[in-house]
T-cell receptor, first 115, second 113 residues
């Protein structure tokens, strides 16, 4: 099992460009999440999806869109990248059952730089 | 507004000694807490959790203590090993339903030989 995979690992964008970060999990989890990690800020939730076909905003959703393509895949789109979106992005997944849902499994991250 | 706070950005301990990482929270409605560990260039991994009905949970070298009256939890690592060098995040589920977690800012632990 690969667990949670993310592509790409690194990306450099110019201000105003768009891109999609891809995430897939093979653990048959229902819930999936996107976080960003910034120095001194910890991990902040951008969006999450409790099940296929549903998405909900997290703490910092502005400037992002998400798509839960199927049970396995959850993508994050930046329509018009800004330097403030320079960050490391993590995708995670979990079960939906009670406290088990809080044990989230993370991918290796995508390091994004917006110039 | 940070609901889970880790006020020590870094901690250095000698191999074999105890590491104590601290976390404070502001929301008295939190009823479950988790610790995650993160190595450079990797995603965080779940380490240990505790429910608010307990004041201690132990898993091998790792023990988490919860003091509800002080809204404080701590992670003890005994004995500390060089492989424990990582960033440690405490987290709690956001109130209002769902499986959303709020994380602290992390503490970088360095275990020296």
């Amino acid at each position: 099992n690969a667990g949670v995979t993310q592509t790409p690992k690194f990306q450099v964008l110019k201000t105003g460009q768009s891109m999609t970060l891809q995430c897939a999990q093979d653990m048959n989890h229902n819930s999936m999440y996107w976080y960003r990690q910034d120095p001194g800020m910890g991990l902040r939730l951008i969006y999450y999806s409790a099940s296929e076909g549903t998405t909900d905003k997290g703490e910092v959703p502005n400037g992002y869109n998400v798509s839960r393509l199927n049970k396995r895949e959850f993508s994050l789109r930046l329509e018009s990248a800004a330097p403030s979106q320079t960050s490391v992005y993590f995708c995670a997944s979990s079960l939906n059952r009670g406290r088990q849902a809080l044990t989230q499994y993370f991918g290796p991250g995508t390091r994004l730089t917006v110039l | 507004d940070q609901q889970v706070k880790q006020n020590s950005p870094s901690l250095s301990v000698q191999e074999g000694r105890i590491s104590i990482l601290n976390c404070d929270y502001t929301n008295s409605m939190f009823d479950y807490f988790l610790w995650y560990k993160k190595y450079p260039a990797e995603g965080p991994t779940f380490l240990i959790s505790i429910s608010s009905i307990k004041d201690k949970n132990e898993d091998g070298r790792f023990t988490v203590f919860l003091n509800k009256s002080a809204k404080h939890l701590s992670l003890h690592i005994v004995p500390s090993q060089p492989g424990d060098s990582a960033v440690y995040f405490c987290a709690a589920p956001l109130t209002g339903g769902g499986n959303k977690l709020t994380f602290g800012t992390g503490t970088q632990l360095k275990v020296e030989l």
